[in-house]
């Protein structure tokens, strides 16, 4: 049995360190102050696809994530650790993207792919924290979803007849066969863990508590690095350009509003009810310390201190 599995990944900024220039004045996230990185709870949900891959011969991960060209190290990464290919969706259009315009472009992106068994993507990102995105995909796409996996236990096979769809077989997007795949997955909850087994095709969020990323590999490191998108080739010689036409897996594919055939107005800030009102800046610089007791009068005034100082 082989397995089709998308992932989806975000390179955000750097928040684990964040520092005093972090924050412009008008309130807005300062990116030239933080370096981009590939979305922790991403990598974990990477390592669940590889871990598949490993078990399950002639299965394929394909990386999608959205986002400027300089995005497309977030496929790079993936190439150097056992991915087989990615889609970059990147568009001025895609700007300002909020968790619902951003799950509608990533939707779209994956009904062009069309053929797919599963969605896998991390918790949340770590520049918004709204874990809303993948939940939105599935409902978008009308997928079940299972939220909060640390591991995925196993993939295996029943017969329709066998199988508790929740529907009839025509209602089953395209990609589902004869003989109904299952996911058992074990979920992490704040009190205790749950074993649940569904049908694919399904969208699952990974917890930061799953295993971590296996470490990039130095052979695909040395294959892949020169892999590049369409606008990253813009600029290229002759002689670069004829390394791509000898070795096509350097081509990542790229994508724009159109060639998913979304709607313009559905993407970006146009398609983004969310707004931000205000955005303040705390940064924590350890001081001097203090003492307290379980007295009224001492914890009156560590809840004053802390108020004041913008804490609680």
């Known amino acids: 049995m082989s397995l089709k599995i998308i992932v989806l990944a975000k390179q955000v900024p750097d928040t684990r360190n964040v520092g005093k220039d972090a924050m412009k004045e008008d309130g807005t996230v300062n990116r030239a102050a933080l370096p981009a990185i590939f979305n922790p709870e991403d990598m974990n949900a990477l390592e669940q696809a590889l871990r598949l891959k490993d078990l399950y011969p002639g299965t394929t991960v394909t990386l999608l994530t959205m986002g400027p060209i300089r995005a497309a190290e ?3 990464e993936g190439l150097y650790r056992g991915s087989d290919g990615g889609y970059l969706l990147t568009d001025r259009s895609f700007a300002g993207a909020d968790t619902l315009a951003t799950s509608y472009a990533i939707a779209m992106a994956i009904r062009k792919i069309k053929d797919y068994d599963l969605i896998l993507c991390g918790r949340q990102a770590i520049d918004g924290d709204t874990a809303q995105v993948g939940p939105q995909v599935a409902e ?4 079940a979803q299972i939220t909060y996996a640390e591991e995925i236990i196993n993939i295996g096979s029943a017969k329709d007849s066998d199988s508790p769809s929740g529907g009839n077989a025509s209602d089953r997007p395209s990609n589902s066969s004869s003989s109904t795949k299952r996911i058992t997955v074990k979920r992490r909850l704040e009190r205790g863990i749950e074993i649940v087994e569904t049908n694919l095709p399904i969208v699952i969020t990974v917890n930061g508590s799953a295993p971590a990323c296996r470490p990039r590999n130095a052979i695909l490191v040395m294959k892949y690095k020169h892999a590049r998108t369409a606008s990253e080739k813009k600029d290229m010689d002759a002689r670069t350009a004829e ?3 000898l070795r ?17 107005k559905q993407c970006g800030l146009s398609g983004s009810p969310t707004k931000v009102k205000k955005i303040q800046n705390v940064v924590f610089q350890t001081k001097e310390s203090k003492m307290f007791t379980s007295g009224d ?5 560590l809840m004053k201190e802390l108020i004041d100082n913008n804490q609680l």
């Open 74 to 76: 977030i496929i790079r």
């Open 243 to 245: 390394l791509f036409a």
């Open 248 to 264: 096509p897996y350097l081509n990542l594919n790229e994508w724009s509003v159109a060639d998913v055939n979304a709607d313009v």
């Open 140 to 143: 978008k796409l009308g997928l």
């Open 297 to 301: 009068d001492d914890i009156n005034l």
